[in-house]
């Protein structure tokens, strides 16, 4: 978690943390919100966003994403704790217990959560 004052530098922290991260293939997602952009500042975009980014990650995670897409095509629309159980939890569940990740974790980045 990083905290501070706007203007500051917590999202050039972020995303140069991003690019490292995805140097070493550990960058799983990525969200950057912003009052500025439409589509950035909708709460209901970051869990499904995130979802999108995972299952290019992982193909099990997508191929799990996807059998709980074709149950119910309006998860992006539900609210997050909803959307964080069936788009997130569950694909993942199924992602460990291939055993993939051993030795290293993939990151998710989330940047100016404030600002949904």
């Avoid at 995130?50 to 799990?64: M, P, V």
């Amino acid at each position: 978690w990083m905290c501070g004052m706007a203007g500051t530098g917590k999202s050039t922290i972020a995303k140069s943390l991003c690019l490292m991260l995805e140097e070493q293939q550990l960058l799983a997602g990525s969200f950057f919100c912003s009052r500025q952009i439409p589509e950035c500042r909708e709460y209901h975009h970051i869990i499904p966003t995130i979802a999108y980014q995972l299952a290019y990650y992982s193909c099990t995670f997508g191929e799990t994403l996807e059998k709980v897409l074709e149950e119910d095509q309006s998860i992006a629309l539900k609210e997050p704790s909803f959307q964080v159980k069936k788009l997130l939890i569950q694909p993942w569940g199924a992602v460990m217990k291939t055993g993939r990740f051993e030795g290293h974790v993939p990151v998710i980045v989330i940047d100016a959560l404030d600002e949904c």
